[in-house]
């Protein structure tokens, strides 16, 4: 939770609110790896791709 606050802060303090939508992205297709390599769904994930 430190890493978030830090990464929220840092955010705030240097205007960098356009790194946001690249946050989520990135932390939405991690989301996909982690559930598609480990779970009933991989198959339909896979084939979004």
Do not use: C, H, N
């Not at 990464?7 to 939405?28: A, G, S, T």
Request: no cysteine.
């Amino acid at each position: 939770m430190e890493f978030l606050k830090d990464l929220l802060q840092f955010l705030k303090e240097r205007k960098k609110f356009w790194l946001v939508p690249m946050i989520i992205v990135f932390v939405f297709l991690g989301l996909l790896l982690v559930i598609g390599g480990s779970s009933a769904i991989a198959p339909f994930i896979y084939t979004l791709f």
